[in-house]
């Protein structure tokens, strides 16, 4: 199964829009992919705050390539999540934060779903050794110690910065049957030579072969789902809209 998702099939304004990647597939019964509940493409002018507000039952990557948040939570964290470093809010029963953008931001918040629900609230930081991986595929988070920031669904997210010309496959995934999504958050793309998702865009693949090639340098970001495994889908956010 490989199936192209084009801007037009998300949600929201000018300053997120919102994929819901389960929406896709006509009779779907849950708004997600498995564990991948919800994925927020952020375009946010300078000076904004948003208010201290609950999230409960969701774990929320933060992943911001241009401009910087400062992040302030009901657990006492206060941190700056920029490109250089990642935050992985992991809501559980009840948790609240707020986040300023002192100047324009463009991001990812992505909204996965727990193993079960009211697990105990955490707060996990990230500081990147390199900005960009470039051409190779970088395990962001991962349900396993291989990762700093860990899931506790059976969840995988890479990225690559993919150079003009250059071609680059799937990563070696952790098992068999599992499900993707890949999502172009800067540039242009051709997969197979002969899908071509653009900037916001994204492809579903399950027991594919795939083959990316950038037609301009690009951003990527890859994430993996088992949907056969366990997780909680009544989250705040992440949890089924259907």
Do not use: C
């Not at 375009?43 to 904004?48: C, E, L, Q, R, Y």
């Not at 401009?67 to 941190?79: C, I, K, N, P, R």
């Not at 951003?219 to 956010?237: A, R």
């Amino acid at each position: 199964m490989i199936k192209k998702i084009e801007n037009d099939k998300k949600v929201g304004n000018t300053n997120i829009k919102i994929l819901y990647p389960g929406s896709v597939f006509e009779n779907s019964t849950d708004s997600g992919l498995g564990s991948i509940g919800r994925i927020d493409h952020a375009n946010i002018g300078g000076n904004v705050t948003i208010k201290m507000h609950p999230h409960i039952n969701d774990d929320i990557l933060s992943y911001f390539r241009t401009g910087h948040a400062v992040h302030t939570d009901s657990e006492g964290f206060q941190a700056t999540v920029s490109r250089n470093k990642l935050m992985l809010m992991k809501a559980g029963k009840l948790f609240y934060h707020e986040e300023t953008m002192p100047e324009p931001l463009e991001g990812l918040q992505i909204f996965i779903r727990p193993k079960s629900k009211d697990l105990k609230p955490e707060v996990i930081f990230q500081d990147l050794n390199e900005t960009d991986s470039a051409d190779s595929w970088r395990l962001l988070a991962s349900p396993t110690e291989q990762t700093q920031l860990q899931f506790s669904s059976e969840t995988w997210i890479y990225d690559t910065k993919l150079t003009n010309g250059k071609t680059i496959e799937l990563p070696d995934l952790p098992k068999n049957g599992l499900a993707g999504l890949l999502y172009v958050f800067q540039g242009n793309v051709v997969l197979n030579n002969d899908i071509n998702p653009l900037k916001g865009e994204s492809v579903l693949f399950k027991n594919e072969q795939i083959d990316i090639n950038a037609l301009e340098t690009s951003e990527l970001v890859l994430f993996i789902t088992d949907e056969n495994s366990e997780y909680y889908d009544g989250g705040m956010y992440s949890g089924n809209k259907h």
